[in-house]
């Protein structure tokens, strides 16, 4: 590997000054910036089960900066592999920055072309931006600046950048690839991944300082079919008195009318709790109290369903599909798909009995997609996660670090299932517009961002390798 001279980062530090700390990647043998990785990166499509040649991509800057490759597939919809400061071989405890390689399709009406990497005002424009290209090249920089430091010889830890494929669409290929036949090869103690940014700016109002949160639960994805099957008529000039879809219709009328009940915990009181310490009056007295104000902080609640998410077991209608492309056929069958979340430690059975009895139709019948395990929150009384906090605090003096529920799933989950520590975050300041654009439109995160987030996984590193 290739040592930067004084000189050459003497010129970096002009052209880039505002961004200390975190310097520069070997690409093809030439010293390269971060936005310039992650703009390469993004030019790669990379849609759910073409992971390939993306991966390929990525792991070659690993390749040619030194890192020790494990390989865990190498095909798409299994396209995985491991870039580690020492080889597994070695068997140390092993600190893991997880990120995936694959994004989700392109949005319609996007303004920039979805794939093309353009910066445009410090910002970096793409699918993948920030989920998870955008992160993933944030924990490669810390992870590579700190295999230059030669301290790292006596470090008691493994570090590895995993990244993995199928993410988007929980494939099989990807983590739970890796889990079922690499997890003892891997020996990880802690694996960090993508999670919550920032989060003032997505709940509103005013806050005294920044709040990031770091998720240690996750809710569990339960993924349900709902088919009713019904023999009438078949000609559209004559409407029967009942039939499939306006059954299923009816139904679902109910089923997505219905407000889910608020169940406090807590892990979703605890940010309440943090929220308080930023107001006044009687909106502080009663968020610092959420348990006994219950009845009058949930009409609050509802009104941010990205916050009341974490309050909630949700019913989210998908999609409805009679496959028929006739106007004037009346289908005998349809069948809707919704896609559940529910709180860690909600019970599957009774929860489609909550379904069933909300359809009040007994001839539509209710099957399991797709089931994720129960997995028990990490706990925060750890180095793993107590450095993590003090390494957001540094980076950005004067914030708050509280621990979260996402309402989401993602790769951690697996980990979780098998007992591993397991902490979500993307350590950045970001907009609710680049919130937004995830999965959506016009997907682009501030370059600055990129150095900030690496800074705070370098400094969690080295607060990890400290003796």
Known sequence: MKKISFILLLFYGITYGQYAGINYLEINGENTSLEYLLQKYIQIPSVSGNEKVAGDFIKSVCEENGLFIETFGDKNRNFNFAASIFPLSSNKPNIILLNHIDVVPESENSKTEPFSGKIINGEVYGRGAVDNKGAAVMQLASILNIFKNAAIKDSKYNITFLAVSCEEKQG???????IENHFDELNPVVVIGEGPTEITSLIGGKFNNPIFAVSVAHKRSFWLNLKREMYTMGHGSVTPLQYANKEMVEALDKLVSKKPKAIFNDLNTDILKTIAGHKKGIEKFLLSHPRFFKPILIPQLRKQPELFALFCNTVTLTNVNSNNTAY??????????????????????EFIDYIQKTLKNDSIKVSIIENMPKTSPSPTNNIYYQNLSKAIQLNYPGSEVT???MPNVNDLGAFRAKGVLAFATIPVYL???HIEGIHNRDEHIPIEALYNGAQVYFDYLHFMLEK
């Not at 349809?334 to 019970?347: M, S």
């Open 403 to 405: 621990t979260v529920m």
């Open 172 to 178: 099989k290929g990807g983590v739970a690839y890796v």
């Open 431 to 433: 907009k609710k517009e």
């Open 328 to 349: 004037n056929i009346i289908p005998t069958s349809v069948e809707a798909f919704i896609d559940c979340r529910l709180l860690p430690d909600k019970d599957e059975g």
